[in-house]
């Protein structure tokens, strides 16, 4: 049942199909803005790169922004809306792309409005949105220490700061803590409250999702540093904490679309013990762009593979029905 107590939609009207495509466009022309605006510099770091390096890191981004869609899928479930692993990721990716408009709303309006086709009440979909950032603001705030200070102990210092939010996002992983937050939050809105409440078990499964993620993100990073500057075990350590750490300043900033700028000026910051100035922003300037593909092949990906499956229930159907 949808949440006005209606049936499950089995479609989306044409004015709905018309606003995806809408959608679609005009993030995918963001994405595209960011890229022509910083051609010549990504051209000159990339002729750096060998295409083994970076072959690797799209395939280990591709795995972290599953480990995303895998974390966002656990709190939905646990909150009361299990997606079949290809329905899920259709809405997650799809959606995710609307976080190169500016503004900090598209991609959970785009998950609200897709979910809903599917049965998902718009505020279990924005419930699971709003938490997956903590969940992996935090696990990368931990992360992003724990490497750095073991790759490079002082390399962590200047932004100690950041870490303080760790003990405030530890009590908030507490599901009493979040319940309740969730519950004053839709009574402000009048909205229903939730029907399940979030569980110590969905969220620890989203969080090991979140750590699986950072370390694929790390070591996406760390092909491309392999290429630039040191190697090794200690390397890509470094390379985890660097990504994190950079990742959880740029989300730090709404008023970006996906932290552009923000995360590659950390990452150049953060990656200045080893790496020299030009080397780090070639390094943030590849990450950027292996990103944006990742996130254009995962989306393209989901949606046909979602197409085929309703394409082959329609089949199936049909065959039924002669």
């Excluded at 495509?21 to 022309?29: C, H, N, Q």
């Excluded at 073991?150 to 507490?174: Q, T």
């Amino acid at each position: 049942m949808s949440e006005d107590g209606g049936a499950v939609r089995s479609g989306a009207s044409p004015l709905r199909r018309l606003a995806r495509v809408a959608f679609l466009l005009l993030a995918l022309g963001f994405g595209a803005w960011v890229v022509l605006g910083q051609w010549d510099d990504i051209r000159a770091g990339f002729a750096r790169l060998s295409v083994l390096s970076l072959v690797l890191s799209l395939l280990a981004v591709l795995a972290a922004l599953c480990g995303g869609m895998m974390t966002w899928r656990a709190l939905l479930a646990d909150l009361g809306s299990p997606l079949p692993l290809r329905a899920g990721a259709r809405v997650f990716f799809v959606g995710q792309l609307g976080k190169y408009i500016p503004g900090s709303l598209w991609p959970v309006i785009a998950q609200m409005e897709m979910g809903r086709e599917l049965g998902v009440p718009r505020s279990r979909s924005a419930a699971a949105f709003f938490l997956t950032l903590p969940v992996q603001l935090g696990s990368g705030l931990v992360v992003s220490g724990v490497t750095l200070l073991a790759a490079r102990p002082g390399a962590a210092a200047p932004y100690a700061w950041a870490f303080l939010l760790i003990p405030v996002l530890a009590v908030a992983f507490e599901p009493r803590v979040v319940n309740a937050v969730l519950g004053f939050g839709l009574r402000k809105l009048r909205r229903e409250p939730l029907e399940r409440p979030l569980t110590r078990r969905g969220m620890f499964t989203a969080l090991g999702w979140a750590l699986g993620g950072w370390i694929a993100y790390g070591l996406h990073l760390a092909a491309i540093v392999h290429d630039l500057g040191p190697s090794g075990f200690s390397a890509v350590l470094f390379s985890v904490g660097a990504f994190a750490l950079s990742w959880c300043l740029g989300i730090m900033t709404f008023v970006v679309p996906a932290g552009a700028g923000v995360r590659e000026v950390a990452m150049v910051a953060v990656l200045a013990p080893v790496l020299d100035r030009g080397s780090a922003i070639a390094a943030a300037l590849c990450s950027r762009i292996v990103i944006i593909l990742g996130d254009l092949v995962c989306a393209g990906l989901a949606g046909l593979a979602a197409r085929r499956a309703t394409a082959s229930n329609k089949d199936h159907a049909s065959g039924k029905a002669v």
